[in-house]
């Protein structure tokens, strides 16, 4: 047996013993017969690790931010207490709450920013302590059975609104690391609804990383629970973790070089992301009753795969204006590369006093449609008194980090013909520069040989 075939027959090996081992967690037998308690059952094993959980920011919502212009660096920023027109509200404002009955609605409802915590709501974002210890919900990132449907919002017997969890022993005894449905279900539903912010769907016909059978933990590799993200200029807060393909792929992926050439100045995401979809457009002045009696915001929306990207500079740092938020970034600042985004228009209302963009509590308009009592609620709950609120718009650069794509890759002609993807006046160049970009002379000899290749 040669030494290629022997490796590969001893990796085979390692690989299936490590899938059976797997499926068997170590504390089956223990789960099975004492149940599962929540934490405490896992930290017979895993000591300290619910408090350590306390302290990222799936369980925060919020962190420093050190990319972001206009941010006192002493504070922390996230989901907590962001304001922006994707959400127009956080989860000071809009905290998991039931909805005053719409008039003609057959049911009561609940909303909040964060439905999507992974705590029990009593014990809710930022919160320390025992009690919050507790009441981490481990198996929702961490079963694969988990039962979604007993996460609902529901009063308990004092009046408390409370966020279920499915803490079965049957759900304890499928643990393993996050599946795609463990992290999607939250991500991919994120901004009031399926495709609404991401605009992606992590599969195999979305995605190569899915169809060579990856998961989300495979990239955003987790040390204790803080998981590492991209440099989305809408994503704020993070675990001061960072990811880039880079981590995976060296800086010279492609056999060819003149491809390698490009990533000095190209973005792996610019040639490998080419379509984003999600909301590209939403209004909280106006909105719309829906079938059950409630209200919802005017929101336009196209699926995956729907939407080009648009392209621009950016170095990794943030502006952030009222009006606009996005890369920062330019071809001659030796840091920038070009990336692809998607655009998201959000219109709100600011206050004419300091031009700053306003709140929402969604509880009010949800009920009768009043944007204004909406208005009114956060900004008393937030203690602004001086106000007076005018609608306008705000533009938000969404980084495009997923979709990626081998087979559909941008090539020579994409970008260098006269009618590509890319625009290289509004990129900076001048004509001259342009023109020089836009000549067949570049690219027509290797693109002919391809040719000839994939005939």
């Known amino acids: ?26 504390g089956k037998e223990y789960i099975q017969k004492n149940g599962y308690k929540g934490p405490e059952t896992c930290e017979v094993c895993h000591a300290g690790t619910a408090k350590q959980f306390l302290t990222t920011v799936h369980w925060k919502h919020a962190s420093k931010v050190d990319n972001v212009e206009n941010l006192d660096p002493k504070q922390e920023y996230g989901m907590k207490n962001r304001i922006y027109t994707m959400c127009n509200g956080n989860d000071i404002v809009n905290n998991l709450k039931e909805i005053p009955k719409a008039a003609d609605a057959k049911k009561t409802k609940f909303s909040g920013c964060n439905t999507c915590h992974p705590g029990n709501h009593l014990s809710d974002v930022g919160s320390t302590g025992a009690e919050a210890e507790a009441a981490v919900d481990c ?43 463990n992290c999607m279900t939250c991500h991919e539903a994120a901004g009031g ?15 190569v990383h899915a169809a060579m059978g990856m998961v989300c933990v495979d990239c955003h590799k987790t040390e204790n629970h803080r998981i590492p993200t991209g440099f989305d200029p809408n994503n704020w ?27 000095a100045h190209i973005a792996c995401q610019t040639c490998h992301i080419t379509r984003t979809g999600g909301t590209f457009a939403k209004d909280f002045t106006v909105w719309e009753k829906l079938s059950d009696g409630y209200y919802e915001p005017t929101t336009l929306r196209k699926e995956a795969n729907e939407t080009t990207p648009v392209y621009a500079w950016y170095n990794k740092t943030v502006a952030n204006r009222p009006d606009f938020i996005g890369p920062k970034g330019d071809r001659k600042d030796g ?49 602004i008194k001086d106000y007076e609120p005018v609608p306008g718009w705000q533009t938000i650069y969404f980084g495009s980090n997923h979709l990626v794509t081998k087979s559909k890759a941008l090539t020579c002609n ?32 290797y693109m002919a040989e391809k040719q000839k290749e994939d005939w």
Not at 145 to 152: C, L
Not at 193 to 207: I, L, M, P, Q, S
Not at 433 to 445: C, D, H, M
Request: charged share 25%.
């Open 414 to 445: 994409n970008c260098h013909a006269p009618n590509g993807v890319l625009n290289f006046k509004d990129l900076g160049y001048s004509e001259a520069e342009v023109k020089k970009l836009t000549t067949p002379e570049l690219y027509f000899k």
């Open 139 to 181: 198996l929702v990132c961490h079963s694969n059975s988990y039962d979604f449907s007993k996460r609902a919002p529901h009063k308990d017997d004092k009046g408390n609104v409370v966020l279920g969890q499915d803490r079965s022993t049957e759900a304890a005894l499928t643990i393993s690391k996050p599946t795609v449905k």
């Open 1 to 26: 047996m040669n030494t290629k075939v022997l490796v590969g027959t001893l990796m085979a090996g390692l690989l299936a013993t490590a899938a059976v081992e797997a499926k068997e967690h170590a």
């Open 335 to 383: 840091k920038s590369k070009i990336y692809p985004f998607k655009i998201f228009q959000g219109k709100a209302f600011f206050n004419k006093k300091d031009g700053q963009l306003m709140s929402m509590d969604f509880a009010p308009p949800m009920s009768s449609g009043d944007t204004l009592a909406g208005v009114a609620s956060a900004a008393k709950i937030l203690g």
């Open 237 to 263: 807060a993070h675990d001061g973790l960072r990811l880039s393909c880079e981590g995976c792929h060296t800086e010279k992926p492609h056999a060819n070089e003149a491809y390698n050439n490009h990533t």
């Open 193 to 207: 609804g399926v495709y609404v912010k991401r605009g992606f769907t992590f599969t195999a016909e979305n995605d």
